[in-house]
């Protein structure tokens, strides 16, 4: 042992945010001059900096250096005490390594944000908002959750979960059901302002605003139709019973030509030779029903009696439907594990057969386990269907632990083209042929990338930052045009563009083929 130390205080208290000094003594007790270098080891290492990081004693001298610590105000910085150590490294004496052992608090922090999806609700019966609760501080929040009108009280609220328990970091979904007191029947819809508070012991309740609009059950506009569609049958009907058409007999002529034509004696005319079957009639007078040319016109017809199919909606990609390219994009992200669920029996490729339905349903079921309330990709797609949530989550799979993306204007970045593919599946509800023409091409690259390691490196332009405000704003997020966490935790989790909705497709050529 050639070394002394010693923590000066042994036990610290800081507050996340702001920053505390500990200050540790070291004696070099050996014969040689030697250099004392320091690691930090712990939870809380990366929050604490030494300086200087060495120094050098003589026999018998004392050093001191100071050690920082400054957790940030996030999540991160857990509530309570944390060990940590600093290790002491002599360079002439490495085996005479130690750790100096001393133990800092952090201090609790609240801060909550919340917000209602989507702020504004329509319905004649009742409107279903969610409120999306956060927990940004470092400890535990406990809230229970309660509803009111800002004027009268014309609404009641169903709540659940009326309370909450939410992890640091962690956010978690209420549902809410507003259901009006009283039923409009004929008029303009009415605006119902009202507010859903987070409530914690203690604390002043956090209010979020929103507004229910209540349709009338019978639309101003479906009331005139019927009025008019009333006021032309009645008139209809008493027109068809009053009018009386005019009647003229024409049998005194018909006798007087009959006559005309009986008194002369005409050569009367050979009947006319009926065409064989093979030979059509000439100068038939169109839509004559007489004749073998007849038969034949029924024959033709007869096969296009045969009843087609009914065609089936495009999405989501289901076992009915052909090879393609983005079940091919599926089954190569699936073999590469995502989600934990690793596509490894034997399965042809682009075709959502039976093995790759089971990886996809076990990626489907262990995304909307771990992000519980928000994920939702078996209940919009339908278990072991590639929809549009579920081909997101899969794009978004690419980043991992990622918390944020950065994109530059000004440099080439191989995660422009899985960004452009990720946002294109999340915002876009009708896919027509310029949106088919951008996700074949990213998706082929996408491909690339996992079977063959090729990246394609692309410029990030301005509408990409449009595109990744436009999805910021379907959860009413700022719009900063960043792929921040909660941006990016949105798509992991496979939040699109009319969630409730399996999306269209007007474009030409969809599901296109598979690469080879």
Known sequence: MTTWTSLEPASTTVDPGSSTSVRLRLRNTGDVVDEYRFETVGDVAPYVSVEPPSIRLFPGTTGIVQLTFAPPRTPDATAGPHPYGVRILPTEHPEAATVAEGNVTFTTFMEVRAELVPQTVKGRFRGRPKLAVDNLGNTV??????????????????????????????????????????????????????????????????????????????????????????????????????????????????????????????????????????????????????????????EEEKPKEKEEEPARGPLPITSADK??????????????????????????????????QQALTCFQQSNDSTYGAFSALVETDGAGNLGRSTMTALLAAHFGAVKTVTLNANDASPEVPWVRNMLLWGTQAEIDDGDLASTVAYTKANIDYLQKGIQLKEKPTPGLFDRIKEYQGLFLAERTGVLDEMTLNKTKLGWINGQDKPGTVVAKDWLPAPVQ
């Open 141 to 298: 929040l406990t809230a229970s959750i309660g509803g009111g009108d800002k004027a009268i009280d014309d609404l009641s609220y169903e709540i659940v979960p009326a309370n909450v328990q939410i992890q640091p970091g962690r956010a978690a979904f209420v549902d809410a059901t507003l259901k009006p007191r009283q039923i409009t029947w004929v008029g303009q819809k009415q605006e119902r302002p009202y507010e859903l508070s987070v409530r914690r012991s203690g604390f002043e309740p956090l209010a979020v605003n929103g507004t229910y609009v209540q349709r009338s059950l019978l639309p101003l506009w479906l009331m005139t139709t019927l009025s008019l569609l009333l006021a032309l049958t009645i008139t209809g009907l008493v027109l068809w019973f009053t009018y009386k058409a005019p009647v003229r007999t024409l049998a005194k002529e018909e006798l007087q030509k009959t006559a005309a034509t009986t008194l002369p004696e005409e050569p009367q005319e050979l009947p006319t030779p009926k065409p064989t079957q093979d030979t059509e009639p000439a100068g038939k007078p169109e839509g004559s029903d007489g004749g073998g040319g007849g038969g034949e016109e029924k």
């Open 323 to 356: 090879p393609n390219l983005f079940v091919q994009f599926a089954q190569a992200r699936l073999v590469e594990g995502a989600g934990g669920c690793k596509l490894t029996a034997a399965h042809t490729v682009g075709k959502l057969d039976a093995a790759t």
